[in-house]
């Protein structure tokens, strides 16, 4: 028997080989799916790694976006107040803050408003990529289970009917299996977490969105009130 370790970036694929016997096409075939199935996983977690780190770039835009928002909104009630689109009401002052005096920029307000728009515009690119690759994935998840196709899993399965036949003494491929298994079983807890993360920040950028368009109409009113005053 011979050792035969294979590096993989995934694990270290170790088997033990019966040189006296020829390798014959079942074998090969099987082999070759449990080496696949590793490029897959492997290739697989990269991918979602990647997404993931996507994921948070958008994090931080999108945190950014809500940051810049609160003002505008806040400007919005006080200008709605004095074209008297809203009641006094929405504003939170009490009794002693009647007399305060307010100053607000207009060419500031209706830039800010412009350049959260075109920021806001700037990332649903970037957002409805993420969105495709996220369901893409997980429609295909649901629909097979994994990226593994059952097939693979049947060829090797024949290396174990064949048994007496193989080449690859199969203790060292149960074995290789199993721990093939366990690091299959960390990709997908790794899944789960970029689902959970992927469903927040998708779920944040759409209210974020509605929040944003409900501001912007709002400033559009204004401005046309405001045009009227003129």
């Given amino acids: ?12 694929i170790i088997l033990r080989f019966d040189l006296d016997k020829p390798i014959l096409a079942f074998e090969k075939k099987g082999l070759a799916s449990h080496y696949l199935m590793h490029d897959l996983t492997w290739e697989t977690l990269q991918n979602l790694k990647t ?3 996507a994921f948070e770039q958008l994090d931080i835009e999108i945190a950014e976006l809500e940051y810049l ?9 006080i200008f709605e107040v004095f074209l008297k ?5 929405v504003l939170p002052f009490d009794g002693k803050d009647d007399e305060t005096d307010i ?5 500031d307000f209706f830039q800010g408003v412009v350049y959260h728009n075109q920021r806001l515009q700037d990332m649903h690119a970037a957002v409805d990529s993420e969105y495709l690759w996220f369901k893409n994935h997980f429609d295909m998840i649901y629909e097979k289970e994994s990226w593994i196709d059952a097939a693979l899993w049947d060829d090797v399965h024949e290396i174990y009917r064949n048994y007496l036949q193989a080449q690859v003494d199969i203790v060292t491929l149960d074995r290789d299996q199993e721990e093939f298994r366990g690091a299959l079983s960390e990709v997908f807890d ?3 977490v970029y689902m959970e993360y992927g469903d927040s920040i998708l779920a944040a950028y759409n209210e974020l969105h509605k929040r944003a368009e409900e501001s912007y109409r709002r400033a559009e ?10």
Avoid at 1 to 12: A, D, F, Q, S, Y
Avoid at 103 to 107: E, N
Avoid at 224 to 229: Q, V
């Fill in 1 to 12: 028997m011979k050792e035969i370790v294979k590096e993989h970036p995934l694990r270290p």
């Fill in 103 to 107: 100053t607000i920029d207009l060419g």
């Fill in 51 to 53: 997404h993931y780190a």
């Fill in 221 to 230: 009113v204004v401005n046309e009130r405001l045009s009227d005053m003129k």
């Fill in 190 to 192: 790794y899944q789960d």
């Fill in 85 to 89: 689109i809203k009641d006094p009401s």
């Fill in 69 to 77: 928002l609160l003002p505008i909104e806040q400007d919005l009630d």
